[in-house]
């Protein structure tokens, strides 16, 4: 195995040395934040490594060591992203200051959310839940039910949005029961999706829908569960106490009926707007998931990422080849 020297001269242990898959998770990961422009802390390097399982000193060391990953990737003020991208550091911090004043703009509608009867998860996704959303941004909520309760949660919520004037930024295009925690399909885009949802309340839920989405652990072994943003109150135990009995009498009462009927009305609006669908493969109008990806970037975010990865990876190969050519000692005739 190869030995190699720090900045200091001293020379590293061998085991420090990254394998060849080793130094391609870390490209991976780096390349794959850079297609939102987003540049990766050390521990976020850390939590969003595809494949393999390191600690922070581990990624710190690889970097340190490794020509391959110094030659494709920068770092800057604690920040690792695509070589060249120096524009992503000062782009993140103005992104997470928009982020954070639009987070408490709308934070109405987030607890209106976890107040609602029946809801027993609510995680911000998107932009938002990266902190990294521009003045635009929507605010993108993943919502969990209690069972056949999907469709009356989804629209109580959209009728007070737009009676509050919410409803243009309120993007609820992803509400399951708990008969429907896993969302698949179970590949990279999906993990990626899952481990970046910042939940804001409803933790054992949430420990429950990770259970259920247990091909995340494939590709992102090093993560690590986020706490609910939402603080506990000391009049939280007695409000959990008066909801659940609310709900015991909705449920014997008008609960079934409005589901039935919130499902009948809803998904006759949606259909009629079916032609407007970009991905139709992206969108489930079922009794226990609402699932409203009508124009889905799946697809052109993979080929993005595998176009800017075989990109990183060709222009390393180009240098150092010509790094060879400019080293090569010159024969006497």
Known sequence: MRGVRDGAGQTMTPSRFP?????????????????????LTLPQLCEALIGEEADEAALREWYKASQYLQAAVDEQDGYYFPRGRHDLVAARAARERESRKLLRRWSGPLTLLTRLPFVRMVALSGSLAHLNGEADADLDVFVVTSPHRVWSVTVTA???????GWRKRLCLNYVVSERALWVGPADLFSANQIVHLQPITGEATYRKFLAANRF??????????????????????RWARLMAAAETVMDWTIAPAFESLCALVYRTHLRRRAHTWQSRDQVRLEPECLKLHTSSHRREVMERFER??????????????????SSRVPAFR
């Open 158 to 164: 959209l009728l007070i949005a737009r009676l509050f």
């Open 19 to 39: 394998r060849p898959a080793q130094e391609r998770a870390f490209l991976q990961s780096v390349v794959y934040a850079a297609l939102f422009d987003y540049p």
């Open 216 to 237: 995340v652990e494939r590709f992102y072994p090093n993560f690590v569960p986020r706490r609910p943003q939402s603080e506990a109150t000391p009049f939280a135990p």
């Open 308 to 325: 800017a990865l075989d990109g990183a990876m060709e222009q390393v190969e180009v240098d150092t080849l010509r790094f060879a050519e």
